[in-house]
C-alpha cells in the first residue's frame, strides 16, 4: 500500500480516507493539474482476482458516469450531489 509523501506516476499520496470491501480510498495530489484527487486502489492480495478487478471496474465507471451526469446538467454541482444522498432535498437544474 501507499504510504504519504510517496508518488505513484503523477499522483502524490495525501492519506487514506477510506477504504471498502473491494479497495482503499487515498486522497493525492494530481502534480500535472495541482489539484486534490481521490484514488481507488487494490489490496495486493486482491489484484489477481478477477472478479474484484471486474467490480471495481464497474464501480468506476459508475462514478465516472455519476460526475459527467452532473457536470452535463450546469448548475451547482454540490446542490445536485446533495440531492442525490439526502432525502428530501431538491437540486435547481437550469432549462435549457
Not at 494530481?30 to 489477481?48: C, G, N, S, W, Y
Not at 442525490?84 to 435549457?96: K, W
Request: with cysteine; hydrophobic share 50%; aromatic share 8%.
Amino acid at each position: 500500500m501507499p504510504l504519504p509523501g510517496q508518488n505513484l506516476a503523477h499522483f502524490r499520496i495525501v492519506e487514506k480516507i477510506g477504504e471498502g470491501g473491494m479497495c482503499e480510498v487515498w486522497k493525492a495530489v494530481d502534480t500535472h493539474l495541482d489539484r486534490e484527487v481521490a484514488i481507488k486502489i487494490l489490496p495486493p492480495d486482491f489484484r489477481d482476482d478477477a472478479d474484484r478487478v471486474a467490480r471495481l471496474d464497474v464501480a468506476v465507471a459508475g462514478d465516472v458516469l455519476l460526475l459527467a451526469s452532473l457536470i452535463m446538467l450546469g448548475g451547482d454541482f454540490w446542490d445536485k450531489l446533495r440531492s442525490l444522498f439526502v432525502y428530501g432535498s431538491r437540486a435547481q437544474f437550469p432549462v435549457r
